[in-house]
Structures are given as C-alpha cells and as structure tokens.
Nanobody, 121 residues
C-alpha cells in the first residue's frame, strides 16, 4: 500500500508565505511525476504545479512567479513554496504522485488527504 501525507497548511495574511510538503510511504518502487492541485469552495479542482522525475516544473498561470515546486527523490517528498499569497489562493491543496509499487509493473496515481490554506487578514 502507498500513502501520501501532506503538511504545512494554515492561515496566513495576504502577502505572506507558506511551504507545503508531501511525503509518500509504503511499498514504492519508483515515483514519476509529482504535483499539487487545489480546490476552492464551489470550484473544480485545478492544477497548481507539477514536476517531472527529471525535475522539470510546470506552473498554472495564476501562480507562476509566486510558487515554486521542488522534489527530494531520496525522501519521496514534494514541496510547494508559496510566496506573495493572496485571498484567491485560499483552497484545500492536494498533492499527487504517479507511483510504481514494488508488487506491480504499472503506475498509478495517488493523492494526499488535502491541507487547508487560508489567506486572510
């Protein structure tokens, strides 16, 4: 089995920063892409940022220049550094990873439980 556990959410004032982390554990053989999505109340889940196994990042237009995604392959962890936060960034943030388990030959997508980020004065 594989689990993704997120941390780092919370309440922050506009203009502030937060750093999210997500670590995968279990019978992992390899991890391909990693990413972050978010879902605001009444809206669909949307891509925030993703990073390939080679480290190439891709950002949604709304966060480009403010957010930075990175990964630590040795620790099966993906990070999201969020700067210059504004109220429109308020959402539940979910991490996702494409993982091949030791007992399989195919990859599957796994999701974290979500962490709340609230930007408010």
């Amino acid at each position: 089995q594989v689990q993704l556990v997120e941390s780092g959410g919370g309440l922050v004032q506009p203009g502030g920063s937060l750093r999210l982390s997500c670590t995968a554990s279990g019978n992992i053989y390899s991890i391909f892409g990693m990413g972050w999505y978010r879902q605001a109340p009444g809206k669909q889940r949307e891509l925030v940022a993703e990073i390939t196994s080679a480290g190439g990042p891709h950002y949604a237009a709304a966060v480009k220049g403010r957010f930075t995604i990175s990964r630590d392959n040795a620790k099966n962890t993906v990070f999201l550094q969020m700067n210059s936060l504004n109220p429109e960034d308020t959402a539940v943030y979910y991490c996702t990873m494409t993982i091949v388990r030791i007992d399989t030959t195919t990859s599957s997508d796994y999701w974290g439980q979500g962490t709340q980020v609230t930007v408010s004065s």
